[in-house]
Each structure stands twice: as structure tokens, then as C-alpha cells.
Nanobody, 124 residues
Framework: QVQLVESGGGLVQAGGSLKLSCAASGRTISMYAMGWFRQAPGKEREFVACISWRNSTEYEESVKARFTISRDNAKNTVYLQMTNLRPEDTAVYYC??????????????????WGQGTQVTVSS
């Protein structure tokens, strides 16, 4: 089992920045595909960004050039740097791990382990 704990969420004004962290424990995640997803009130959980074991990345269109996903295998941690935040980025952000695949993975249903989420609120 892998335990994932997100941190770094909070309240920020539009145009501001936040950096989310996802600390993994129980197993090393260096070979896992890792992803960030978000869920706004009344909406389904959606893909935000993912990173492969070789640090290839993919982003949802609306966050390209504003968000950056990265991983530090020595710390068993994945990050999501968010800049130029918009009110529509407001959501609970979840980290996820796919233990069966090491490449780019943007399909929510393929992920095996999830964190509890961290709230990001962007005020206008």
C-alpha cells in the first residue's frame, strides 16, 4: 500500500501562486506514474497534470504554462507548482499514484492510490 498526503493548499488572490506537495509513504513511488486531479463543488473530479518515471509531463489545457508538475524521488514526493491562479482553479486537489504503469497517465480510473486532498481557493 501507498499512503499519499497532500499539503500546501490555501486561500490566495487571483494571480497568486501556490505549491502543492504530495508525500508518499509505504513504498517508493519512483517508478509509478503520478498525477494531480481536482474536484470543484458540484463537478466531477478532473485531470490536472501527470508525470512519468522519466519526468515526461502532460497537462490539462487550461493549466498549461501556469502549472508545473515535478517529482523528487529522493524525498518520495511529487509537487504541483501553480502560478497565475484563477478563481476557476478553486477546487480540492488530489494526488494519485498508478502502481501498474510508469508512463504518462491521464486516466483517473487507472490510478490505484489517492490522497485525502487539499483545498485551493482563489479569490477574485
Amino acid at each position: 500500500q501507498v499512503q499519499l498526503v497532500e499539503s500546501g493548499g490555501g486561500l490566495v488572490q487571483a494571480g497568486g501562486s501556490l505549491k502543492l506537495s504530495c508525500a508518499a509513504s509505504g513504498r517508493t513511488i519512483s517508478m509509478y506514474a503520478m498525477g494531480w486531479f481536482r474536484q470543484a463543488p458540484g463537478k466531477e473530479r478532473e485531470f490536472v497534470a501527470c508525470i512519468s518515471w522519466r519526468n515526461s509531463t502532460e497537462y490539462e489545457e487550461s493549466v498549461k504554462a501556469r502549472f508545473t508538475i515535478s517529482r523528487d524521488n529522493a524525498k518520495n514526493t511529487v509537487y504541483l507548482q501553480m502560478t497565475n491562479l484563477r478563481p476557476e482553479d478553486t477546487a480540492v486537489y488530489y494526488c494519485a499514484a498508478d502502481q501498474d504503469y510508469s508512463g504518462i497517465q491521464d486516466l483517473l480510473e487507472e490510478y490505484d492510490f489517492w490522497g485525502q486532498g487539499t483545498q485551493v481557493t482563489v479569490s477574485s
